[in-house]
Structure formats: structure tokens, C-alpha cells
């Protein structure tokens, strides 16, 4: 009973551990997407060269993504992140 409620334990910690960095991080993304825009949208512009697209390409997706700030931290999130 002590193995199942310790390893229980660890794994109630070690989640609340990653929420925790979810969180920072996206506090993070949300500070940067407003104090240096250009900056964050040069890192867009980054990820799609990364895949072979031009800036005429990739420049509306760019666009678009300052735009929709909520798309934009989503963008981030997902790809600027090392964990998510």
C-alpha cells in the first residue's frame, strides 16, 4: 500500500509540475507576442523556412497569426516550445 500511495503521490506531483511549466511558459509566450511582436513573428517566419517555404509564402500565414492574437499564442505554444 505504501509503493501504490508513494508512486501515486509522484505522479500527482510530477503532473502538477509540467502544469506548472505549461503555465509559465505561456505567460512567457503571452509577454513576448506583446512586448517584441516582430521578434515573435521573425520566429514564425523561422519555423516555415525550416520547411522550405519562401517569405512570400509563409508572409499572410504571418499576418494572419498577429491578427488572431489567441491563434498566434496557440502557434507559439505549440511550436516555439520545447515541451508542447
Known amino acids: 500500500a505504501a509503493g501504490a500511495i508513494s508512486m501515486g503521490l509522484g ?3 510530477a503532473a502538477q509540475s509540467e502544469a506548472d511549466h505549461y503555465k509559465r511558459e505561456m505567460k512567457r509566450e503571452q509577454d513576448e507576442i506583446i512586448a ?3 521578434t515573435e513573428a521573425a520566429e514564425i ?4 523556412a525550416e520547411y ?14 498577429r491578427r488572431n492574437p489567441q491563434a498566434w ?7 516555439m516550445t520545447s515541451s508542447y
Open 11 to 13: 505522479g500527482y506531483l
Open 36 to 38: 517584441v511582436p516582430d
Open 45 to 48: 517566419g523561422d519555423i516555415m
Open 52 to 65: 522550405g517555404l519562401e517569405p512570400h509564402e509563409y508572409g499572410p500565414v504571418v499576418e494572419g497569426l
Open 73 to 79: 499564442l496557440e502557434f507559439m505554444m505549440r511550436y
